[in-house]
């Protein structure tokens, strides 16, 4: 089994920035895209941010500019640097990833517990 867990939200006011991160952890063979949504009571998940194995990343428009993506692959984790905070990033965060892990030949989708991220003066 695999775990995704999340840390680094929290309150922070306009303009600031904070880091997320989130470990993988289990019987994992290989990872391949590893993803950060964010959800808002009410609305759909959003998708933030997404980097694959082989390099790429995309972002939402939303955040463009202001929020990073990146991956340490020996630590199994995955970070998203987010500037220049708006109160509309407010939101919930998840970290998402598709993981190969146990005997499995294909990657399952696995998902985090969630972050609270509020942006508030």
């Known amino acids: 089994q695999v775990q995704l867990v999340e840390s680094g939200g929290g309150l922070v006011q306009p303009g600031g920035s904070l880091r997320l991160s989130c470990v993988a952890s289990?019987?994992?063979?290989?990872?391949?895209?590893m993803r950060w949504y964010r959800q808002v009571p009410g609305k759909q998940r959003e998708l933030v941010a997404v980097?694959?194995?082989?390099?790429?990343?995309n972002y939402a428009d939303s955040v463009k500019g202001r929020f990073n993506i990146s991956r340490d692959n020996a630590k199994n984790t995955v970070y998203l640097q987010m500037n220049s905070l708006k109160p509309e990033d407010t939101a919930v965060y998840y970290c998402?990833?598709?993981?190969?892990?146990?005997?499995?030949?294909?990657?399952?989708?696995?998902w985090g517990q969630g972050t609270q991220v509020t942006v508030s003066s």
């Open positions: 980097t694959t194995e082989t390099g790429t990343i």
């Open positions: 998402n990833a598709d993981v190969v892990s146990g005997r499995s030949w294909y990657p399952g989708d696995y």
């Open positions: 289990g019987s994992i063979r290989s990872i391949y895209a």
